[in-house]
């Protein structure tokens, strides 16, 4: 299978800090995807990102599929931001999702 | 697109008892995955459908677990003999499978508890 690191695990910042967290893979993929773990359990999508950058209001990503790393920007940070982030990927060679542990990160008003 | 909707949203049942979840996919949707996370990881896979063809099982899916896929649509997940290990959230997931975009969204999950 497809091994998928993330870091940092945890993360507490001041509410308008900026952030980057990271995901590491170790094979090539086809699609890369970022989610938000909401506290209720449900994944919302992101950014469906599989190479290049794309931005959403004060979130941001980027994918360097050569260098096979994704890193998600948080910009502003607010309350609301606070969860679980999950990066997860897929190729056509297993053609499942392989996820990451996570960064639980913690905004402080 | 009225999202993946997933029933029952909670579960809990006795340790011995058969469960059953269900799962609805975003409709032009052909491919379908279940997936199951426990306190504190990410989530794991445990199988998927292409249409309603079961393509791969984890070995995560004991003999304890069927999932199936009727007339490529909705599909269910069931659990016979519960047991305390079996407690997690069950996340169902959509995609199109195929084509330049893949992106896979997920339902609300079942959070099942067993005693």
């Known amino acids: 299978g497809i091994q998928v690191e993330q870091s940092p695990p945890d993360l507490i910042l001041q509410e308008g800090a900026n952030s980057t967290l990271r995901c590491n893979f170790s094979d090539s993929v086809n699609n890369l995807q970022w989610f938000h773990q909401n506290p209720w359990g449900q994944l919302i999508n992101l950014f469906y990102i599989p190479s290049g950058t794309k931005q959403n209001g004060r979130l941001s990503a980027t994918t360097v599929a050569t260098e096979r790393y994704s890193l998600l920007y948080i910009s502003s940070s607010q309350t609301t931001d606070s969860g679980v982030y999950f990066c997860a990927v897929d190729s056509y060679n297993f053609n499942k999702f392989y996820f990451g542990s996570g960064t639980k990160l913690n905004v402080k008003p | 697109d009225t999202g993946v909707s997933q029933d029952p949203r909670h579960k809990i049942t006795k340790r011995g008892q058969n469960v059953t979840f269900r799962c609805d996919p975003i409709s032009e949707h052909n491919r379908l995955y279940w997936y199951r996370q426990t306190l504190g990881q990410g989530p794991e896979f445990l199988t998927y459908f292409q249409n309603e063809a079961q393509l791969e099982k984890s070995r995560l899916l004991s003999d304890r677990f069927s999932a199936e896929r009727p007339k490529g649509s909705f599909s269910t997940l069931e659990i016979q003999r519960t047991e305390q290990g079996d407690s997690a959230m069950y996340l169902c997931?959509?995609?199109?499978?195929?084509?330049?975009?893949?992106?896979?969204?997920f339902g609300q999950g079942t959070r099942l508890t067993v005693v």
């Open positions: 997931a959509s995609s199109r499978g195929t084509g330049m975009n893949t992106e896979a969204f």
